[in-house]
């Protein structure tokens, strides 16, 4: 039996993995214990707790055919790791990118704070000489 199927990386996945809680799509007969010991003898990790949440499936329907049809239900694990351990799958690599124009020049970049909550929106300032169609906006969620 495949007890561990496939990592689930979503954004709010991703968010939790910075905390050390791995969320796994599992086998819907699989057990907490035998979750957390696949996953500290497959990544290396001592693992401290494990929940499951079994997702039901949701009636679709299509446009075309005019038919509904139900996807399949399955079982999530949300795995807690020690303080200090990480699974690699779930790293993302931290890469600063430089904005240049067309000439090569570096262009300045300025923050301001938007009014939703604390999101940043950075405002590309065009470089001297530069055409005013290098003005983009870029939005981070920090």
Do not use: H
């Not at 290396?44 to 949440?53: A, F, L, Y």
């Not at 079994?54 to 009636?59: D, F, L, M, Y």
């Not at 405002?123 to 906006?137: D, F, I, L, M, N």
């Amino acid at each position: 039996m495949i007890i561990i199927k496939r990592p689930i990386i979503s954004e709010k996945s991703m968010k939790l993995a910075e905390n050390g809680l791995y969320i796994f799509e599992v086998d819907r007969e699989a057990t907490k214990l035998q979750i957390s010991k696949k996953v500290s003898e497959k990544f290396n990790v001592k693992v401290v707790s494990v929940k499951t949440i079994t997702v039901k499936g949701k009636i679709k329907s299509q446009r075309k055919v005019r038919k509904n049809y139900q996807t399949q239900a399955f079982k999530k694990a949300l795995v807690l790791v020690k303080k200090g351990d990480k699974i690699a799958i779930f790293e993302t690599p931290k890469e600063e990118a430089v904005v240049t124009t067309a000439e090569g020049e570096p262009i300045k970049l300025k923050e301001k704070k938007d009014f939703l909550r604390g999101t940043k929106v950075k405002v590309e300032s065009s470089a001297v000489g530069a055409a005013p169609t290098t003005q983009r906006k870029v939005i981070t969620g920090k």
